[in-house]
């Protein structure tokens, strides 16, 4: 169960850092990489944060995530003068894999027509004939018209 104050927290944690980290650091190890703040989970007593950071390319994930810890301290001050809270909580940050993964999934899901056609939905009318259009049938009367002069169906008196 999440908590109002929590998640509203968490939300201006999550800003502030990624607003922090838009400004840069001025660190050789960021160059190049593209770093977004993907989640924060606050704990309830409100003391410690676990920043979820997702780097792209992903191959430099974890050179980013040393710079980022290392400059820690300095993205916690600047982080509290942004939302300005009486006690700021420890950030731990860790390496997002989650769009990396999903990614995988992705590309493994698009896959499968190609590595195994007898799993792919066939649509032939023998099998499938609610699905398969008949040709025979000719235009449906849903269709719109092919002729651009043609007049358009009565929808009614103009109001």
Request: hydrophobic share 40%; proline share 11%.
């Amino acid at each position: 169960m999440s908590v109002p104050r929590v998640d509203r927290i968490s939300s201006s944690l999550q800003r502030a850092i990624q607003q922090v980290l838009t400004r840069g650091l001025n660190d050789p190890r960021m160059d190049s990489s593209m770093v977004t703040i993907t989640e924060v989970d606050l704990a309830q007593d409100g003391r410690d944060a676990t920043v979820h950071v997702s780097v792209m390319p992903g191959k430099h994930g974890p050179r980013c995530l040393g710079a980022i810890k290392h400059a820690s301290g300095h993205i916690r001050r600047e982080a509290g003068e942004l939302i300005r809270m009486r006690a700021l909580p420890q950030l731990h940050f860790v390496l997002d894999e989650r769009l990396k993964r999903q990614a995988s999934v992705i590309a493994a899901l698009g896959q499968i027509p190609d590595l195994a056609p007898d799993l792919a939905p066939d649509l032939s009318p023998e099998l499938a004939p609610d699905l398969a259009p008949d040709p025979a049938a000719g235009p449906s009367a849903d269709a719109a018209p092919t002729d651009p002069s043609a007049p358009l169906r009565d929808r009614g008196p103009a109001k």
